[in-house]
């Protein structure tokens, strides 16, 4: 599956940005599919996840951010709100068919798939 991010931006210190991430391919409900955020100088780090089972949330994002698919569109959308100057980074979304071990959604090298990322930046 191919994927592509948009919905970035400047924003606010408590404001909201809707990212969406468009997925090619006929077998996108099949996956599972989260966010992932990489600020200046730092590892990449899990957002927010959503499964079979569930949606899964980082800590530093529970309660803001609110992850949905729509897979007649094919599509996953990250809502977030009161969004905070740490929020500041490149959001990338990622797809996986599987994961090997439980609670793997959290790890990034359990994704297959990579979308190119969207630029969201929170000013103070």
């Known amino acids: 599956v191919q994927l592509q991010a948009s919905g970035g931006g400047l924003v606010q210190a408590g404001g909201s940005l809707r990212l969406s991430c468009a997925a090619s391919?006929?077998?996108?409900?099949?996956?599972?599919m989260g966010w992932f955020r990489q600020a200046p100088g730092k590892e990449r780090e899990f957002v927010a996840a959503?499964?079979?089972?569930?949606?899964y949330y980082a800590d530093s994002v529970k309660g803001r951010f609110i992850i949905s698919r729509d897979n007649a569109k094919k599509s996953v959308y990250l809502q977030m709100n009161s969004l905070k100057s740490e929020d500041t980074a490149v959001y990338y979304c990622?797809?996986?068919?599987?994961?090997?071990?439980?609670?793997?959604?959290?790890?990034?090298?359990?994704?297959?798939?990579w979308g190119q990322g969207t630029q969201v930046t929170v000013s103070s």
């Open positions: 391919g006929r077998t996108f409900s099949t996956y599972a």
């Open positions: 959503i499964l079979w089972s569930g949606q």
């Open positions: 990622a797809a996986a068919r599987s994961f090997t071990k439980r609670d793997g959604w959290y790890e990034s090298y359990e994704y297959d798939s």
